[in-house]
């Protein structure tokens, strides 16, 4: 049986106020094109880059929570390639002292992937191939935005792998500020390196597949790569070295180019850009200015008393874990039970409606606030289930309670008479409860009825069993 | 001929307008132009507008600066914001930079008034002002020589009296050997020291701005102008540049001073002109009081290959950016794909030794190639900047020849790119090692071609150069950098 041998070379834009080498914003979501750009990010004749101090200490957290290991000095060289949108034919990029190296991540089960690097480079342009035109356009509003680049050991050994692996790190650079790191949005991109051998044996021929845009897109990719080397093999063919695409409509890669010459990109040291110390000084800043890492945020959870489950779904979704931590604070009850209603009914009237947890108007100290009326008995989970997607749209639920009369009846000489009066007007009920106990929710659901459903259950049903048994 | 200071002053108090000052250098570039061809562009219109604002300004009572009126020429790699900016090169022949370099902004912010923009050797590559897509120019004491290059253009602006000061560039002797052919001052302050923002790159590691001027005086005044760090270059020097005008004023004589002739570069190679200009120093400097003395630099020679093997590398990386895509006009459009008309556009619109550097810098960073040479360049460089280091031990300043030869015949050294290079072996070491050179006017040969020697100081002492230079204006006098005939 053949097992699978993976690399992963992932891009992620960086989360800066400026590009990476000059002052031009490093987004440039829904601008025209070519406004967002100067004449360093253009290449213009004489300019001379300058590097983007946040950028490195970004780079440099998200390097120190990979925990890898930063040299005293960083460097930029250029890597030299002809492309209409890369303004200057050469890229600045890092060669042999990037901002971090030999560090590593741990998946679930407790495995260490190597992150061989993590080194920074600036973006390039876009372009653009109108369709029947004899003509393509270039758009240099990317063009010197900030990236990182890191690349991991082929430590991964499945699809699934992978996948866990892509989601650690997205949330490890959400979480970090670091970076959108949303695939959608083209904030994170990753190119994959995988071959088959059999356990033990040297490695195989690798194939590296490009345009995957989306973590499923990834795995999928992986697995249907996996099969393919896995029949050519058994069949007694060979993995061809190359590069492949991946068809997003058809699920299956395609050959895109062979490796039988390997591009010389002439990496040099940049002579614009004097080496950088990284002084410990500096690094003891960045680690201050660090924030909670998932990992820790899930320890966190755990000790809060939520399921295993239920704290790494919302330690390693950024959006969630903010909202869990400010509702959490203002809510007495249990940790567990807002998790619940998180994961459960919240998300589910989310994905329902489209809707992001950021973008819609629910508060965490409504949420909060809502949970605590049904644990003060106040009203009843099934009320709290129905007046949610009002809270959800911005409402407080004390207002929505008070205004629609939705309180339960605690008052138990209240629920008493009710009781009394369902008892006298079904004696047929009553005689059949006594052939067999359970009839007592017919009576149950009337009283319910009575008071539109604002008794309290329990009570009620006490009573009821008082009053027949 | 004023000098810039005396020019800055009579604007400044009213005794003369900027507008005349302006015209009247307009006019002589003019008047040059046709022999000589030192000029890309002559700025008739924005250099009177300038003139005309610093006038109103004047009138107004505001103090414009101590530059005012001055006409200064800008090297035509160095960009001027709404003045085209070619870099002598087909393929930027219709560049206008949409911004100014730091250094021209700075002249400018004082009341100097660009009037010309200077020819050069294409990007800065040659030393005798002929490889540039614009003509040659013209040595204006023998018309039938080279001026020197790159700053050729430059250099000769200031030799004929058409402006006191001009920008030259330079990047293994761009701005002194041109300095030495036309009997002017050629100063490369310490790398660093001037921003490179806005100069069109040659070679990144050795670049540096220049300035070209007749006396210690404008020197010094340029360089406090002109120094001081600038956020927008990360290779600017931090701190505080040296106050170079003071300099001038507070250098008496050279009493104690050790001078060391480096030699390597002292004896054989160099002409019998160039050997006399070098004695005629040496007695003036002991005459100043100066203890002159041997050093050793043993690895000097090998500046050249070094040199040579740096700047390409890195020329071959700045210029890959002039592929037709945005600048030169594009060639070989003819569907056969991008890959082909990038190749075309840079055939047509770069000149052939420009070419002949790309590729050999392009060679000397491919891979398997690299550490055989562009990683030794990089190895002969720090040992000759070890040496040298070694030598300023035992002496304060340095002293070579600036050029082997002075001015050749133009055409002499066309064919002969390894002769042209190796008359850079004096002024490469300079920019290998970063620190600050000048080469000084030491008088004129037989056949009455002007001479200059070169001064090397320690790391980050450009003043000492201004220095001896001050003492030793003022030690010859009147004839210490003549004007050239027209």
């Known amino acids: 049986m053949f097992e699978a041998v993976i690399g992963l070379e992932i891009h992620l834009a960086l989360r800066t106020g400026s590009k990476m080498f000059c002052g031009c914003a490093a987004e440039s979501l829904g601008l025209l094109p070519n406004v967002n750009t100067c004449p360093v990010c253009l290449g213009l004749p004489g300019s001379l880059p300058v590097v983007n101090r946040e950028a490195i200490e970004k780079a440099l957290r998200f390097s120190l929570a990979l925990n890898c290991q930063v040299p005293e000095v960083t460097q930029f060289h250029r890597k030299h390639y002809y492309y209409p949108d890369a303004p200057k034919n050469y890229q600045i990029s890092q060669f042999d002292r990037p901002v971090g190296e030999h560090g590593f991540v741990e998946l679930e089960a407790g495995r260490r992937i190597g992150v061989t690097r993590c080194h920074v480079e600036e973006d390039a342009g876009r372009s653009v191939h109108p369709p029947y035109a004899p003509y393509s356009l270039v758009d240099l509003n990317r063009a010197g935005a900030p990236l990182i680049e890191m690349v991991t050991e082929p430590d991964l050994r499945t699809p699934e792998e992978a996948r866990e692996f892509l989601v650690k790190i997205r949330a490890i650079a959400q979480a970090l500020d670091v970076s959108d790191a949303s695939p959608e949005a083209g904030k994170m991109r990753a190119d994959v390196n995988v071959s088959i051998r059999l356990p033990g044996e040297a490695l195989g021929t690798k194939v590296e597949v490009k345009n995957l845009n989306s973590f499923k897109s990834v795995q999928n990719a992986l697995a249907f790569e996996i099969k393919r080397q896995t029949d050519l093999l058994e069949s007694g063919r060979s993995v061809l070295q190359e590069t492949r695409g991946w068809n997003e409509g058809g699920q299956r890669t395609y050959s895109m180019r062979s490796k039988e010459e390997t591009a010389d990109y002439r990496y040099f040291p940049d002579p614009d850009l004097p080496p950088m110390r990284v002084a410990e000084k500096w690094l003891e800043t960045v680690r201050a200015a660090t924030p909670e890492l998932p990992d820790a945020k899930r320890e966190r959870y755990r000790e809060l008393g939520l399921r295993a489950f239920d704290a790494g779904l919302i330690a390693f979704d950024v959006e969630l874990a903010t909202f869990f931590d400010r509702a959490v604070r203002v809510y007495e009850g249990e940790a567990q039970l807002l998790a619940n209603w998180l994961n459960g009914d919240v998300a589910g009237h989310l994905n329902a409606n489209d809707l992001a947890l950021s973008r819609s108007k629910l508060s965490p100290e409504n949420l909060a606030s809502l949970l605590t009326l049904v644990d003060e008995g106040a009203i009843s989970g099934k009320t709290a289930k129905d007046v949610l997607p009002l809270v959800i749209d911005g409402g407080d639920p004390k207002t929505i309670v008070e205004e629609r009369g939705l309180k339960q009846i605690t008052d138990l000489g209240a629920i008493e008479a009710l009781v009394d009066a369902v008892i006298a007007a079904n004696p047929a009920v009553v005689e059949r409860v006594k052939e067999n106990p359970k009839v007592i929710n017919v009576l149950l659901g009337q009283v319910m009825k009575e008071s539109r459903g604002k008794a309290k259950p329990d009570a009620v049903r006490e009573l009821l069993n008082e009053k027949l048994g | ?486």
Not at chain 2, 7 to 29: D, K, N, P
Not at chain 2, 63 to 86: F, M, Q, Y
Not at chain 2, 159 to 170: R, Y
């Open chain 2, 1 to 486: 001929m004023m000098t810039a200071v005396e020019i800055g002053r009579q604007v400044a108090s009213g005794r003369v307008r900027a507008q005349e000052i302006v015209r009247a250098a307009l006019e002589r570039a003019e008047l040059t132009q046709v022999e000589l061809n030192a000029f890309i562009t002559i700025a008739h219109e924005s250099a009177l507008e300038q003139a005309e604002k610093i006038d109103e300004r004047l009138a107004a009572g505001e103090d414009v600066g101590p530059l005012a009126g001055v006409p200064i020429v800008v090297k035509d790699n160095i960009c001027t914001e709404g003045l085209r900016s070619t870099a002598a090169s087909e393929s930027l022949a219709s560049f206008v930079p949409p911004y100014s370099a730091t250094v021209v902004e700075r002249l400018e912010q004082a009341g100097a008034v660009v009037v010309a923009k200077a020819n050069l050797d294409e990007f800065g590559m040659g030393s005798s002002n002929e490889n540039s897509a614009f003509g040659a120019v013209k040595n204006p004491w023998d018309t039938s020589r080279v001026p020197g290059g790159s700053s050729g253009g430059s250099a000769v602006a200031v030799a004929t009296g058409v402006v006191p000061i001009a920008l030259g560039t330079d990047t293994g002797g761009s701005v002194r050997q041109p300095g030495s052919f036309t009997g002017v001052i050629g100063f490369k302050p310490t790398y660093g020291r001037l921003s490179r923002y806005g100069v069109i790159a040659y070679a990144s590691s050795l670049d540096q701005v220049g300035v070209l001027c007749r006396s210690a005086e404008d020197l010094a005044l340029s360089m406090d102008v002109m120094a001081g760090h600038d956020p927008k270059d990360a290779t600017s020097l931090a701190g505080v540049a040296p106050a170079f005008a003071k300099a001038v004023t507070g250098a008496s004589d050279l009493t104690g001073v050790r001078v060391g002739l480096i030699e390597e570069l002292t004896g054989e190679g160099n002409s019998a002109g160039v050997m006399a200009a070098l004695e005629l120093t040496c007695e003036r400097l002991v005459q100043l009081g100066a203890e002159l003395q041997q050093v050793s630099v043993p690895t000097a020679r090998d500046g050249i290959p070094a040199y040579y093997l740096v700047a390409m590398a890195e020329a071959s990386s700045n210029l890959a950016r002039y592929d037709g895509m945005v600048y030169s006009s594009r060639t070989g459009e003819d569907r056969l794909g991008q890959a082909d008309v990038m190749m075309k556009s840079r055939g047509s619109s770069l000149g052939p030794e420009v070419r002949r550097r790309i590729l050999m810098g392009t060679y000397a960073l491919s891979a398997g190639y690299y550490d055989a040479y562009y990683g030794k360049a990089l190895k002969v460089r720090r040992l000759i900047a070890h040496e040298i280091e070694r030598a300023f031990e035992e002496v304060d300043l340095l002293l070579t020849p600036t050029v082997p030869s002075v001015a050749y015949p133009l055409g002499e050294k066309v064919d002969d790119p390894l002769a042209m290079y190796l008359g850079d072996i004096d002024t490469c070491l300079a920019n290998l090692v970063g620190i600050a050179a000048i080469s000084v006017p030491a008088g004129f040969t037989a056949e009455r071609l002007p001479c200059g020697v070169q001064f090397m100081a320690p790391a980050l002492q450009d003043e000492r150069l201004v220095g001896v230079t001050a003492l030793l204006e003022r030690h010859v006098g009147e004839k210490f950098a003549p004007l050239a005939p027209l």
